[in-house]
């Protein structure tokens, strides 16, 4: 592999700015590895970068806002950096990321994982790079594996999208829906034990659809990875609520060595006429059995959910059963997004629009039902014994962790149990910090 060259003598350094999901984290961890198999190291404290590589979401408006702000801040401050664009951004509109000053490499979801090759192609040529395969095109899956910000490994088991929600782009940035090979999905987990990876989070775009294009099933890359030797700990990041089965669940609460209690579901709205209209592949029934599956079989599991407020055909009417359905399941926390209308979605076609000071209402209602489920399911494990697995904080006077059923505890710094699973006591939540409980490692 030959190693890439700049004009000056000094080795080029990288950074990476990532936004959106965990999957778009590992999948820009991936690029930085594959850069550094060409030499290039990734910046350091207050290095100047020679290339900067900017991984972009496009889940809503304000997304597309934060890439372009993001995109220009950099260019005003690494006058002389290489800058590579890619992500959903720049596959949905990759003219207007190309049309920024300063932006050199624009690569779509396709693209992505060969940036590599573009940047070492960008330097022998010197001409502007703007390469976006159409999104139904996209057929090849690029695996990752990548350690996150901090001791977890994020691995990528499918990519891409084929239920067309009337209301998301997704399945218009990142392509048809497509998975791993079970064999090479372990092989990508062994190594990441052999790094000393202790926990895997399993990403995706739609993770319960894995298989339907190879012929294997979920469940069965849920059995190969529990086998392997070394990884503690595997968490599902999110998954349908049509797509995780009864027959999953009983396999994840009786037969598993190492899957979490600790589930992510999105509801989007409880209300069957809005769901209808966003085009979702369940219903409030069905929704509500999946929670109470996991709560009758794990009743300690951390169930979070996402629901979206203010959506187009959101009357008063169906806010109200949405909002009553959501306070009556036994979840753990509420993720909540307001409706951003996306340019080229069905939903635009969808009557009656949900002003933005009443979506603000909504938003800030089911924030604070949110709250207080996270502080009941807190109080619920006040002095109670969970393992932990621990990882460094930036002070250096303290460790965090989440327990196995996703309680994030912070305790005071024991060097010798970083990276490592051990029992520890909750105490009481953290009054300055909601989302934490404090604890003592045992
Ligand atoms: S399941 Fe629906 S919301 Fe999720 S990525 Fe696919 S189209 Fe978008």
């Given at each position: 592999?030959?190693?890439?060259?700049?004009?000056?003598?000094?080795?080029?350094?990288?950074?990476?700015?990532?936004?959106?999901?965990k999957?778009?984290?590992?999948?820009?961890?991936?690029?930085?590895?594959?850069?550094?198999?060409?030499?290039?190291?990734?910046?350091?404290?207050?290095?100047?970068?020679?290339?900067?590589?900017?991984?972009?979401?496009?889940?809503?408006?304000?997304?597309?806002?934060?890439?372009?702000?993001?995109?220009?801040?950099?260019?005003?401050?690494?006058?002389?950096?290489?800058?590579?664009?890619?992500?959903?951004?720049?596959?949905?509109?990759?003219?207007?990321?190309?049309?920024?000053?300063?932006?050199?490499?624009?690569?779509?979801?396709?693209?992505?994982?060969?940036?590599?090759?573009?940047?070492?192609?960008?330097?022998?040529?010197?001409?502007?790079?703007?390469?976006?395969?159409?999104?139904?095109?996209?057929?090849?899956?690029?695996?990752?594996?990548?350690r996150g910000e901090r001791t977890r490994y994020f691995?990528?088991?499918?990519?891409?999208?084929?239920?067309?929600?009337?209301?998301?782009?997704?399945?218009?940035?990142?392509?048809?829906?497509?998975?791993?090979?079970?064999?090479?999905?372990?092989?990508?987990?062994?190594?990441a034990a052999?790094e000393g990876g202790r926990e895997i989070v399993i990403?995706?775009?739609?993770?319960?659809?894995?298989?339907?294009?190879?012929?294997?099933?979920?469940?069965?890359?849920?059995?190969?990875?529990d086998?392997v030797e070394g990884i503690e700990r595997y968490r599902i990041s999110?998954?349908?609520?049509?797509?995780?089965?009864?027959?999953?669940?009983?396999?994840i609460a009786?037969?598993s060595r190492a899957f979490m209690p600790h589930f992510h579901?999105?509801?989007?709205?409880?209300?069957?006429?809005?769901?209808?209209?966003?085009?979702?592949?369940?219903?409030?029934?069905?929704?509500?059995?999946?929670?109470?599956?996991i709560v009758?079989l794990m009743p300690d599991a951390f169930i979070g959910?996402?629901?979206?407020?203010?959506?187009?055909?959101?009357?008063?009417?169906?806010?109200?059963?949405?909002?009553?359905?959501?306070?009556?399941?036994p979840v753990s926390r509420?993720?909540?997004?307001?409706?951003?209308?996306?340019?080229?979605?069905?939903?635009?076609?969808?009557?009656?629009?949900?002003?933005?000071?009443?979506?603000?209402?909504?938003?800030?209602?089911?924030?604070?039902?949110s709250e207080s489920k996270l502080a009941g399911f807190h109080r619920r494990f006040e002095g109670a014994t969970r393992p932990v697995l621990w990882e460094n904080s930036a002070d250096g006077r303290l460790m965090h962790g989440h327990t196995d059923n996703y309680i994030r505890v912070e305790a005071p710094l024991r060097e010798e149990l970083l990276n490592r699973v051990t029992p520890a006591r909750l105490l009481q939540a953290d009054a300055s910090d909601p989302e934490t409980m404090k604890a003592q490692a045992l």
């Open positions: 592999m030959s190693n890439i060259q700049f004009q000056t003598n000094k080795k080029p350094k990288a950074a990476y700015y990532t936004l959106g999901c999957l778009n984290f590992a999948e820009t961890s991936a690029i930085g590895r594959a850069l550094q198999e060409k030499g290039i190291e990734r910046v350091s404290g207050s290095e100047t970068p020679d290339i900067c590589v900017i991984n972009t979401c496009s889940v809503t408006e304000t997304a597309d806002k934060k890439g372009r702000q993001l995109i220009r801040r950099l260019v005003a401050r690494h006058p002389q950096a290489t800058v590579v664009v890619t992500g959903c951004y720049a596959q949905l509109k990759p003219r207007e990321v190309a049309a920024i000053e300063g932006v050199d490499i624009v690569l779509g979801s396709n693209e992505k994982l060969r940036a590599a090759e573009y940047v070492e192609r960008w330097l022998s040529e010197r001409h502007n790079i703007m390469e976006v395969t159409p999104p139904l095109d996209i057929t090849i899956f690029r695996p990752s594996c990548e691995l990528k088991v499918q990519d891409g999208c084929d239920y067309f929600c009337t209301y998301c782009t997704i399945p218009y940035a990142r392509g048809r829906s497509r998975s791993g090979r079970i064999a090479d999905l372990t092989e990508q987990a062994r190594r052999a990403t995706g775009v739609n993770i319960g659809d894995f298989g339907r294009d190879t012929g294997e099933a979920f469940l069965d890359l849920l059995k190969a990875l086998d999110s998954i349908e609520p049509n797509l995780i089965t009864d027959k999953a669940l009983r396999w009786e037969e579901i999105p509801l989007q709205s409880g209300s069957d006429a809005v769901l209808r209209l966003m085009n979702r592949r369940y219903d409030t029934t069905l929704f509500r059995h999946r929670i109470e599956t009758s959910i996402d629901i979206i407020a203010g959506a187009r055909g959101e009357t008063e009417e169906e806010w109200q059963r949405s909002l009553d359905f959501t306070a009556s399941l509420c993720h909540v997004f307001p409706y951003s209308e996306r340019p080229g979605t069905k939903a635009l076609g969808i009557d009656h629009i949900v002003s933005q000071e009443e979506k603000h209402r909504r938003v800030a209602m089911l924030t604070s039902l």
